[in-house]
């Protein structure tokens, strides 16, 4: 199947600084890639859609100053979490639709993000 | 009302047996359907997508029941590799939005040797 791959798979930074989490396709282009987030034992929430060449569309209650995203290409987008906080450690998850695939989406293998 | 709900679980059933899953979504806008699985600690990958129809791969069976907004998922001869949390997953299409795939909270599902 389409290969995702998202990267760092785990960071730990201290509180106040940026960390940028990448999502790549890696063998298919991706107009549209979706951002989620997961704390544990709940369900994936999505935080925002990241559309190539434009601005993102963040859903209700999602800091766009906050979390910043940029797809610059047909296969890379970008999540910047921006003075990081400790309630802001969760699971990342960034997915990617590939242009022929119909509504399929294909899931990276997350980023775990630790804020001390 | 939660756009996506599923049955709370968690499953836990025995080898072998017959396991179904439901859930409901909210939006009779919603135009495409898929189930995925997540293991613990790592990302949802599609199990399938659903279809009016109905469709079947090997022992995973879903179905999809557009009136009633309702998606099902019915596992047989359950085998220990198939415990992990199932998710729901509804793709609607937002004016202004665009594409919003919404997961439901998942069923967790337990096989016991």
């Known amino acids: 199947g389409a290969v995702v791959s998202q990267h760092p798979s785990w960071v730990i930074c201290k509180s106040g600084t940026s960390v940028k989490i990448e999502c790549r396709s890696l063998?298919?282009?991706?107009?549209?890639m979706f951002w989620y987030r997961q704390f544990p034992k709940q369900s994936l929430m999505l935080m925002a859609t990241?559309?190539?060449?434009?601005?993102?569309?963040?859903e209700q209650g999602v800091e766009k100053d906050k979390f910043l995203i940029n797809h610059a290409s047909l296969t890379l987008s970008t999540l910047t979490v921006t003075s990081a906080h400790p309630e802001d450690s969760s699971f990342y998850i960034c997915?990617?639709?590939?242009?022929?695939?119909?509504?399929?989406?294909?899931f990276g293998e997350g980023s775990w993000l630790t804020v001390v | 009302r939660k756009e996506v709900e599923q049955d709370p679980g968690p499953f836990n059933v025995p080898e072998g047996a017959t396991v179904a899953f439901n859930c409901t979504y909210s939006?009779?806008?919603?135009?495409?359907f898929f189930w995925y699985r997540q293991d613990c600690r790592k990302e949802p990958k599609l199990l399938m997508s659903?279809?009016?129809s109905g469709n079947e791969d090997g022992r995973f069976t879903a179905q999809l029941n557009r009136a009633s907004q309702y998606i099902s998922l019915l596992i047989r001869d359950s085998k220990l590799s198939d415990s992990a949390t199932y998710l729901c997953?509804?793709?609607?299409?937002?004016?202004?939005?665009?594409?919003?795939?919404?997961f439901g909270p998942g069923t967790r599902l337990s096989v016991l040797p």
């Open positions: 990241s559309n190539e060449g434009s601005k993102a569309t963040y």
């Open positions: 997915s990617a639709q590939p242009e022929t695939s119909g509504n399929t989406i294909y």
């Open positions: 939006n009779s806008a919603s135009q495409s």
């Open positions: 063998d298919f282009q991706a107009t549209t």
């Open positions: 997953a509804v793709n609607t299409y937002r004016d202004n939005y665009g594409q919003n795939f919404v």
């Open positions: 659903v279809y009016s």
